[in-house]
């Protein structure tokens, strides 16, 4: 059974940073395509990052939107994959899920970023 688990979310002030991270379980990360999601108040979820697998070998790929701000990576040792979130702003706010996939897809349970002042 695969389960994702995340943590690092909270409250931040606009300009600060947060790094998510998330640990499977039943899943090698490095053997599959992984990433972040986020969905905003009211929003359908969007694609942040997609971290592609070992064999792919192609890193991390961003949505525009979150592109120079956010860093996608993985840890193959502690079979994690985190978020890095830089000069965070008030529309940033969303809670934000991890996922997997190989021949299916798992989720994160969702961890809530909130910047505010």
């Known amino acids: 059974q695969v389960q994702l688990v995340e943590s690092g979310g909270g409250l931040v002030q606009p300009g600060g940073s947060l790094t998510l991270s998330c640990t499977a379980s039943?899943?090698?990360?490095?053997?599959?395509?992984s990433g972040w999601y986020r969905q905003a108040p009211g929003k359908e979820r969007e694609l942040v990052a997609t971290?592609?697998?070992?064999?792919?070998?192609?890193?991390?790929t961003y949505a525009d939107s979150f592109k120079g701000r956010f860093t996608a990576s993985r840890d193959n040792v502690k079979n994690t994959i985190y978020l890095q979130m830089n000069n965070l702003k008030p529309e940033d706010t969303g809670v934000y899920y991890c996922?997997?996939?190989?021949?299916?897809?798992?989720w994160g349970q969702g961890t809530q970023v909130t910047v505010s002042s």
């Open positions: 039943g899943f090698t990360f490095q053997w599959g395509v």
């Open positions: 996922y997997a996939r190989d021949g299916g897809i798992y």
């Open positions: 971290i592609s697998s070992h064999l792919q070998g192609r890193g991390a």
